[in-house]
């Protein structure tokens, strides 16, 4: 099943959380990979990760979290 166009975010550092969209998804190795249109900028201290491949610009499926907005909106309402 593609999960192209769901949302994912991945937390990448003490203070940084980065959401996206996922705009391409591919298999390599029994591992689903995506491509992620950042919307409020890439993850923090990737380049090193053996879940990232730099030259694509694929994230490997576990290091993102996919999310529902509606859902994720209600939670982050109730905080207040």
Same mark, same amino acid.
């Given at each position: 099943m593609s =999960?192209?166009?769901k949302t994912v975010y991945k937390v990448s550092d003490v203070h940084k959380l980065s959401f996206g969209k996922i705009t391409e998804? =591919?298999?390599?190795?029994?591992?689903?990979?995506?491509k992620i249109d950042w919307i409020n900028g890439p993850p923090a201290n990737i380049c090193q990760s053996p879940n990232y491949d730099?030259? =694509?610009?694929?994230?490997r499926c576990d290091t993102v979290a996919l999310f529902q907005i509606d859902t994720m909106m209600d939670v982050l309402e109730s905080l207040k």
């Open positions: =999960s192209v166009g998804q =591919s298999t390599c190795d029994n591992w689903t990979w995506y730099s030259k =694509s610009g694929y994230f």
